[in-house]
């Protein structure tokens, strides 16, 4: 085995281990939008995202609130501000009413394609005296409803708004607009030594700006946390126009509130995020991706013990898929599996300065991993190619399942020993009304993607599902939302996650910023209070 290892590392690509014994209008899937039945109500642009009565639920749209409607005077002003970036045709509207996973539609007629800071600050202070909604939209890749209109509020898209204002090549600090995507911006730091802290699977078109705004965590945040560390300053327009300039390229700065921490993770409900300050990591020198397959999660969670103990400084990444994942990767990507089947899969990725040193540490961990039978298969990539066709093992779980029917999208964070026990006991609570119950995730911050899936969307299924994920995710004090957000669907299950007096302070903090409640409505908060059942940021 030993002699085996050795080579995998010095000549070859890649290993193979032997096997070893032991209404928001929510949409389904090709839905007819002009047949579909939904209310329509009288006046421009009030359709509302909503459900059939049968549907209703908590994550369903709440009634319009009394903002003003679009004119046509306001049309002429946002053409003055904007000239020929002002969007109103309904063909090219289409794509940014409806979410990435075209579950949810807004109604939007005005699309605002602002260039700087300047513009978003004359945009909002406009809308905010006229009382108009607005919806800020960067890459458009959320999946919680956040990233796109209930009604028929304004779209502020980011996407003008990519440029690099600077790099310090010394410290790597990275200062750039918030529209940058963030597979540009991987691109633009690889040439000059450095990568971005983050990495995610929609990284081609998800905007900086909204990953921040999100808090998105992805497949780095083992090694290098979220971005609540690696954010150095944001600049951010509030409701009312005023630009919040904490655009600062310091490590440390313990002069009164760290205002940024707000809005990382607030949705675009305080304000408008318009550039970002991040500190980026040197890129390593050796990268390796490791992907194992173990028969229990018992075995996998005693390979992640393993591996932290014996990898240490080099581990970056620590992913995990059960069987149901590589069935969907096979049926509808015809992604073939790289060892033999298993009932979970490991993707394990090292990064670090010298080669001989990773590999070393890489083979005892190995090595060690096969003698204890924790691991049954499994196979080592060096090369760039061969790294990225094991990573889309991970990264292609998301767009498998879209083609498996329509799904419903959990995103947890647990303890690490109790994140696939949920997909084991939503397995058994459901039977057979699900077409599929799969489970994947982050096992390095105790992060669970749980996705069930049905050939066509189902009220009954969907009443099954839920409250029960979210009790039994507060029952082990655990977060119904890890990275997703809370958006429009979940907006409403905060409180088995945060305590209504903390639920009331958030409320207080978006009255003070954004005292109409003009960005993003209808998002985050819940549409009452359990204190006192007042309307949230109304």
Same mark, same amino acid.
């Given at each position: 085995?030993?002699?085996?290892?050795?080579?995998?590392?010095?000549?070859?690509?890649?290993?193979?281990?032997?096997?070893?014994?032991?209404?928001?209008?929510?949409?389904?899937?090709?839905?007819?939008?002009?047949?579909?039945?939904?209310?329509?109500?009288?006046?421009?642009?009030?359709?509302?995202?909503?459900?059939?009565?049968?549907?209703?639920?908590?994550?369903?749209?709440? %009634?319009?609130?009394?903002?003003?409607?679009?004119?046509?005077?306001?049309?002429?002003?946002?053409?003055?501000?904007?000239?020929?970036?002002?969007?109103?045709?309904?063909?090219?509207?289409?794509?940014?009413?409806?979410?990435?996973?075209?579950?949810?539609?807004?109604?939007?007629?005005?699309?605002?394609?602002?260039?700087?800071?300047?513009?978003?600050?004359?945009?909002?202070?406009?809308?905010?005296?006229?009382?108009?909604?607005?919806?800020?939209?960067?890459?458009?890749?959320?999946?919680?409803?956040?990233?796109?209109?209930?009604?028929? %509020?304004?779209?502020?898209?980011?996407?003008?708004?990519?440029?690099?204002?600077?790099?310090?090549?010394?410290?790597?600090?990275?200062?750039?607009?918030?529209?940058?995507?963030?597979?540009?911006?991987?691109?633009?730091?690889?040439?000059?030594?450095?990568?971005?802290?983050?990495?995610?699977?929609?990284?081609?078109?998800?905007?900086?700006?909204?990953?921040?705004?999100?808090?998105?965590?992805?497949?780095?945040?083992?090694?290098?946390?979220?971005?609540?560390?690696?954010?150095?300053?944001?600049?951010?327009?509030?409701?009312?126009?005023?630009?919040?300039?904490?655009?600062?390229?310091?490590?440390?700065?313990?002069?009164?509130?760290?205002?940024?921490?707000?809005?990382?993770?607030?949705?675009?409900?305080?304000?408008?995020?318009?550039?970002?300050?991040?500190?980026?990591?040197?890129?390593?020198?050796?990268?390796?991706?490791?992907?194992?397959?173990?028969?229990?999660?018992?075995?996998?969670?005693?390979?992640?013990?393993?591996?932290?103990?014996?990898?240490?400084?080099?581990?970056?990444?620590?992913?995990?898929?059960?069987?149901?994942?590589?069935?969907?990767?096979?049926?509808?990507?015809?992604?073939?599996?790289?060892?033999?089947?298993?009932?979970?899969?490991?993707?394990?990725?090292?990064?670090?300065?010298?080669?001989?040193?990773?590999?070393?540490?890489?083979?005892?961990?190995?090595?060690?991993?096969?003698?204890?039978?924790?691991?049954?298969?499994?196979?080592?990539?060096?090369?760039?190619?061969?790294?990225?066709?094991?990573?889309?093992?991970?990264?292609?779980?998301? %767009?498998?399942?879209?083609?498996?029917?329509?799904?419903?999208?959990?995103?947890?964070?647990?303890?690490?020993?109790?994140?696939?026990?949920?997909?084991?006991?939503?397995?058994?609570?459901?039977?057979?009304?699900?077409?599929?119950?799969?489970?994947?995730?982050?096992?390095?911050?105790?992060?669970?993607?749980?996705?069930?899936?049905?050939?066509?969307?189902?009220?009954?299924?969907?009443?099954?599902?839920?409250?029960?994920?979210?009790?039994?995710?507060?029952?082990?004090?655990?977060?119904?939302?890890? %990275?997703?957000?809370?958006?429009?669907?979940?907006?409403?299950?905060?409180?088995?996650?945060?305590?209504?007096?903390?639920?009331?302070?958030?409320?207080?903090?978006?009255?003070?910023?954004?005292?109409?409640?003009?960005?993003?409505?209808?998002?985050?908060?819940?549409?009452?209070?359990?204190?006192?059942?007042?309307?949230?940021?109304?």
């Amino acid at each position: 085995m030993a002699r085996i290892l050795r080579r995998a590392f010095g000549l070859t690509p890649a290993l193979r281990f032997p096997k070893v014994s032991p209404p928001c209008r929510l949409l389904a899937p090709g839905n007819n939008l002009a047949a579909s039945g939904n209310l329509v109500l009288s006046g421009i642009g009030a359709r509302a995202l909503t459900t059939t009565n049968a549907e209703k639920s908590k994550s369903a749209a709440p %009634e319009r609130r009394p903002f003003s409607r679009v004119t046509e005077e306001d049309v002429e002003y946002f053409r003055s501000v904007l000239p020929g970036r002002t969007i109103t045709d309904p063909d090219l509207l289409e794509s940014n009413n409806v979410d990435w996973l075209k579950s949810v539609q807004g109604s939007s007629e005005v699309l605002l394609r602002p260039q700087t800071t300047a513009e978003v600050s004359q945009i909002l202070r406009y809308c905010n005296g006229r009382n108009l909604a607005v919806n800020p939209q960067g890459g458009n890749t959320g999946l919680v409803g956040g990233s796109v209109p209930v009604y028929d %509020e304004i779209i502020l898209s980011t996407s003008l708004m990519n440029n690099v204002l600077s790099f310090d090549g010394v410290s790597g600090i990275l200062t750039c607009q918030a529209g940058c995507v963030l597979e540009n911006l991987s691109l633009y730091l690889e040439e000059r030594d450095y990568i971005m802290p983050l990495d995610l699977g929609a990284k081609g078109s998800c905007h900086i700006g909204g990953n921040v705004a999100t808090n998105a965590g992805g497949l780095r945040l083992l090694r290098y946390g979220s971005l609540r560390g690696t954010v150095l300053g944001l600049e951010v327009v509030l409701a009312d126009g005023r630009v919040l300039d904490c655009l600062a390229t310091l490590r440390k700065d313990n002069t009164g509130y760290d205002l940024k921490q707000l809005f990382i993770g607030s949705e675009g409900t305080l304000g408008v995020i318009t550039a970002v300050s991040v500190l980026c990591p040197r890129k390593p020198n050796s990268v390796n991706v490791v992907f194992l397959g173990c028969e229990t999660f018992e075995q996998l969670l005693k390979t992640f013990q393993l591996c932290r103990g014996m990898l240490g400084e080099i581990l970056s990444a620590f992913e995990f898929l059960d069987s149901e994942c590589m069935r969907l990767l096979n049926t509808h990507l015809k992604l073939s599996n790289p060892i033999s089947d298993c009932p979970f899969y490991i993707v394990i990725e090292t990064a670090g300065s010298d080669p001989n040193h990773d590999s070393e540490k890489l083979h005892h961990f190995l090595e060690e991993a096969m003698n204890t039978c924790v691991v049954t298969d499994g196979t080592v990539a060096t090369e760039e190619s061969k790294i990225k066709a094991l990573w889309s093992m991970r990264e292609r779980v998301t %767009e498998a399942l879209t083609h498996d029917g329509f799904t419903y999208k959990y995103d947890i964070s647990l303890p690490v020993e109790q994140i696939y026990q949920l997909v084991t006991d939503m397995r058994a609570h459901l039977g057979g009304m699900a077409k599929s119950v799969v489970g994947y995730g982050h096992v390095g911050d105790g992060n669970l993607h749980l996705n069930i899936t049905s050939p066509a969307k189902s009220p009954a299924l969907l009443a099954a599902i839920e409250p029960f994920v979210y009790e039994w995710t507060a029952g082990r004090r655990g977060s119904i939302s890890a %990275e997703h957000g809370l958006g429009l669907k979940k907006r409403n299950y905060i409180y088995y996650s945060k305590p209504s007096q903390a639920v009331a302070l958030m409320g207080d903090v978006k009255a003070l910023l954004d005292p109409k409640g003009i960005l993003n409505p209808y998002k985050t908060l819940p549409d009452k209070t359990e204190a006192d059942g007042s309307t949230l940021g109304s």
